[in-house]
């Protein structure tokens, strides 16, 4: 092939040069198209060419006008293919090697939002997405993009799985949350009221009513009664409703932290509490004391 191919030959290895609208480089490629009102996917086989300084262009083996052939170049770009896969596709009609059956068969119609047509699909691509998780990484290119084309359409299932739960659910998200308003309100202002009755009114007096049973009961020992004979108090408050009584509550003061931190060191609550201050740094990449930054690569 002449110099004129040698953008498309670059893009081919994965090195793309500058993409001008205005300047669509010589080469095959694949383009995709959405029906917008089926939603149907469709792949298509586009070459471009120049003769005598004029720009050729074919989509699906028809040649289109400049205007359109240099709209789409951007986005078909960035999608070259092999001279041989693009005639295999064009004048013998086979289908695209790399694109996964299974996910060409599904992209013929959308599916219904209804939940058991969304379930019969994801279970239909399920069998094929766990023969490729059972075959393991993928050893080839084509492997590859197949799993990546079916992973890709998981993810569409799940964003309108996402979208139609938030629609089917909002209404009563909404409801809930006037029934909350509604009620709320005065519940909060109950139990201030309540907390605060306690805390500013009873406490005080309970405490003081407590302390003076105990010093009457080591008074009463300290004159030689027997601790038996003691009369026990019962400290309460309230007279026509349930009694409020003192209630003990335990905390823990914490006298020498590096002592306590060192008993929790194997604590899976603290750890997973530290690995998540930890991540979240890295994140930033920062690296705390004792931490150093793990860089992973994922498929997106």
């Given at each position: 092939?002449?110099?004129?191919?040698?953008?498309w030959r670059n893009?081919?290895?994965?090195?793309?040069?500058?993409?001008?609208?205005?300047?669509?480089?010589?080469?095959?490629?694949?383009?995709?198209?959405?029906?917008?009102?089926?939603?149907?996917?469709?792949?298509?086989?586009?070459?471009y060419w120049y003769?005598?300084?004029?720009?050729?262009?074919?989509?699906?083996?028809?040649?289109?006008?400049?205007?359109?052939?240099?709209?789409?170049?951007?986005?078909?770009?960035?999608?070259?293919?092999?001279?041989?896969?693009?005639?295999?596709?064009?004048?013998?009609?086979?289908?695209?090697?790399?694109?996964?059956?299974?996910?060409?068969?599904?992209?013929?119609?959308?599916?219904?939002?209804?939940?058991?047509?969304?379930?019969?699909?994801?279970?239909?691509?399920?069998?094929?997405?766990?023969?490729?998780?059972?075959?393991?990484?993928?050893?080839?290119?084509?492997?590859?993009?197949?799993?990546?084309?079916?992973?890709?359409?998981?993810?569409?299932?799940?964003?309108?799985?996402?979208?139609?739960?938030?629609?089917?659910?909002?209404?009563?998200?909404?409801?809930?949350?006037?029934?909350?308003?509604?009620?709320?309100?005065?519940?909060?202002?109950?139990?201030?009221?309540?907390?605060?009755?306690?805390?500013?009114?009873?406490?005080?007096?309970?405490?003081?009513?407590?302390?003076?049973?105990?010093?009457?009961?080591?008074?009463?020992?300290?004159?030689?009664?027997?601790?038996?004979?003691?009369?026990?108090?019962?400290?309460?408050?309230?007279?026509?409703?349930?009694?409020?009584?003192?209630?003990?509550?335990?905390?823990?003061?914490?006298?020498?932290?590096?002592?306590?931190?060192?008993?929790?060191?194997?604590?899976?609550?603290?750890?997973?509490?530290?690995?998540?201050?930890?991540?979240?740094?890295?994140?930033?990449?920062?690296?705390?004391?004792?931490?150093?930054?793990?860089?992973?690569?994922?498929?997106?």
């Amino acid at each position: 092939m002449s110099t004129e191919y040698t953008w498309w030959r670059n893009a081919l290895k994965g090195v793309f040069g500058p993409i001008n609208a205005d300047e669509p480089m010589t080469g095959f490629y694949r383009g995709k198209r959405r029906n917008k009102q089926t939603g149907e996917v469709t792949f298509q086989p586009v070459a471009y060419w120049y003769k005598d300084g004029v720009l050729h262009c074919r989509v699906d083996g028809q040649p289109v006008e400049d205007l359109r052939a240099r709209e789409i170049w951007p986005y078909v770009s960035r999608n070259p293919v092999t001279d041989k896969i693009y005639f295999a596709v064009v004048n013998e009609g086979q289908q695209w090697p790399d694109l996964n059956d299974a996910v060409i068969g599904h992209n013929s119609a959308p599916v219904d939002d209804d939940i058991d047509a969304i379930r019969d699909r994801i279970e239909d691509l399920a069998r094929e997405a766990e023969r490729m998780i059972k075959a393991g990484a993928a050893g080839s290119e084509d492997s590859a993009n197949q799993a990546s084309d079916l992973a890709n359409t998981f993810g569409e299932l799940q964003t309108k799985i996402v979208n139609l739960h938030k629609v089917e659910k909002q209404p009563h998200l909404e409801a809930g949350r006037a029934v909350d308003t509604k009620w709320f309100v005065l519940r909060d202002r109950a139990d201030d009221l309540k907390k605060r009755l306690k805390s500013i009114v009873v406490t005080p007096f309970l405490r003081k009513k407590d302390d003076e049973a105990r010093a009457a009961q080591i008074a009463a020992i300290q004159t030689g009664k027997p601790v038996e004979e003691v009369p026990q108090t019962r400290v309460v408050a309230g007279s026509s409703k349930r009694s409020t009584g003192l209630r003990t509550y335990q905390t823990a003061k914490i006298v020498d932290r590096d002592k306590l931190l060192e008993s929790l060191r194997d604590h899976p609550e603290l750890n997973a509490l530290l690995q998540s201050i930890a991540d979240k740094a890295a994140k930033s990449k920062i690296a705390l004391p004792g931490c150093e930054i793990v860089e992973e690569k994922r498929a997106a």
